[in-house]
């Protein structure tokens, strides 16, 4: 079975301070891993998929797999960066519209 | 572009009644997917329409159906409505595997 576990319910900083929102996963086969916001008021959206190892408004996040895990790291964290986050799951090859996702991670990021 | 569109955006039901939700995927986008989310938990896939047909199902009742129309637009049909169907309803819609984009969600309540 697959799952997405996101440890932390609510996660605050403040702001300059380094962010790390926890992902860990459970599936046999090649995973791919994904990160999306929810800003408030506004709609799901994705942030970054590992495939593209992108760095999107200064987040990153890297798949490892011995670990299971696909951690969201941002070095300063902005007060525009409080939202709600979820980690998201896709079977390699499936297509992108089938997602398993975490519970979520409040983040706040305080003044 | 709108974007993906759901209506409504609120409803009210009462137990035992039926509910039909709808999806306007974005503009160019093929693919449907639906998704429950209850308070306080991610998005959980329900089915998957492509080509006017159910690609792909998650783990729930048969009285929850659907029906995806030849301009690309989708429903949800919930019977036999039960107090823990109260959630948000999101739609996704994409363009064979490219990114998912949701709508904003439809907040069902079953009294």
């Known amino acids: 079975a697959q799952r997405v576990t996101q440890p932390e319910k609510l996660l605050s900083v403040f702001k300059g301070a380094p962010v790390e929102l926890k992902c860990n996963y459970s599936?046999?086969?090649?995973?791919?891993l994904f990160w999306y916001v929810q800003y408030s008021r506004q709609r799901l959206q994705l942030l970054l998929r590992?495939?593209s190892r992108e760095s999107i408004k200064g987040f990153t996040a890297d798949l490892n797999k011995g670990e299971t895990s696909f951690h969201l790291k941002k070095p300063f964290a902005q007060e525009e960066d409080s939202a709600m986050y979820y980690c998201?799951?896709?079977?390699?090859?499936?297509?992108?519209?089938?997602?398993?996702f975490g519970r979520g991670t409040q983040l706040t990021v305080w003044p | 572009d709108a974007g993906v569109t759901q209506s409504p955006t609120h409803l009210i039901k009462t137990r035992g009644q039926q509910v039909t939700l709808r999806c306007s995927p974005k503009?160019?986008?093929?693919?449907v997917s639906w998704y429950q989310q209850a308070l306080g938990q991610g998005p959980q896939f329900i089915f998957q329409?492509?080509?006017?047909?159910?690609?792909q199902r998650g783990n729930f009742p048969d009285r929850f159906s659907g029906h995806q129309f030849p301009n690309y637009s989708s429903e949800l049909n919930v019977n036999a409505l039960l107090l823990g169907d109260s959630a948000l309803y999101l739609c996704?819609?994409?363009?064979?595997?490219?990114?998912?984009?949701f709508g904003q969600g439809t907040r069902l309540t079953v009294v």
């Open positions: 996704a819609s994409s363009f064979r595997d490219t990114e998912a984009f």
């Open positions: 599936y046999s086969g090649s995973p791919e």
């Open positions: 503009s160019g986008h093929d693919t």
């Open positions: 590992h495939i």
């Open positions: 998201a799951l896709n079977f390699r090859g499936s297509t992108l519209g089938r997602l398993y």
């Open positions: 329409y492509y080509e006017e047909e159910e690609r």
